[in-house]
């Protein structure tokens, strides 16, 4: 059964680069048919879907977020990672990879399964 | 973007209560609609494609259904265990997007 798991900082100052990896184990992130995402919620509010990128490297961004982001995968290790500058209070959330199918008739698309999600606070 | 609104935002109800969520996109998504169920601390669960179709070993008395615009998420007899936030999410579309989700209470 895969099974995802986020690492990275859980403090960060105003101004700085937020870098996560998603670390996926029991299948490979190689996969031509899954898409691999970032998605964030804020304390007590919705989700919000940050990015996604695809075998070979194609990524797909949130326009609210497409300037500052960058999101890269290393299939060497079986992770992907989400590289975020320029950070803000507004950046403090949960922040969640999950992987969705690409390939599925009639291009239906799902976000399952999860990470179990990281807290992630900016603040100086 | 494609909006995506739940109503309502929060419901109380009691065990046993058939209960229905609606959520409605800003434009035609077809049936490009999934639900996915959340408690606190957890990461949410992914319950519904297609607007209608059960995820393997989702209980028979989940039910989703809509096209277009419109779509709902029914439980038929409520169980302790349904309470929670259920959001609803477009795939139509990149950017891919969530309702705001709907609180569900114990009355």
């Known amino acids: 059964q895969m099974q995802l798991q986020e690492s990275g900082p859980r403090l960060m100052k105003p101004s700085q680069t937020l870098s996560l990896t998603c670390t996926v184990s029991g299948g490979s992130i190689s996969s031509v048919s899954y898409y691999w995402n970032w998605i964030r919620q804020p304390a007590g509010k919705g989700l919000e879907w940050i990015g996604r990128?695809?075998?070979?490297?194609?990524?797909n961004y949130n326009p609210s977020l497409k300037s500052r982001l960058t999101i890269s995968m290393d299939t060497s290790k079986n992770q992907f990672s989400l590289r975020l500058t320029s950070v803000t209070a507004a950046d403090t959330a949960v922040y969640y990879c999950?992987?969705?199918?690409?390939?599925?008739?009639?291009?239906?698309?799902?976000?399952?399964?999860w990470g179990q999600g990281t807290l992630v606070t900016v603040s100086s | 973007d494609i909006q995506m609104t739940q109503s309502p935002s929060s419901l109380s109800a009691s065990v046993g209560d058939r209960v229905t969520i609606t959520c409605r996109a800003s434009q035609s998504i077809d049936s490009y609609l999934n639900w996915y169920q959340q408690k606190p601390g957890q990461a949410p669960k992914f319950l519904i494609y297609?607007?209608?179709t059960l995820q393997n070993g989702v209980p028979s008395r989940f039910s989703g259904s809509g096209s277009g615009t419109d779509f709902t998420l029914t439980i038929s007899s409520l169980q302790p265990e349904d309470f929670a936030t259920y959001y609803c999410?477009?795939?139509?579309?990149?950017?891919?997007?969530f309702g705001q989700g709907t609180k569900l209470e114990i009355k």
């Open positions: 297609g607007a209608i």
């Open positions: 999950a992987r969705a199918p690409s390939l599925f008739k009639g291009g239906h698309s799902w976000f399952a399964p």
């Open positions: 999410q477009q795939s139509y579309s990149i950017p891919v997007t």
């Open positions: 990128i695809y075998t070979g490297g194609s990524t």
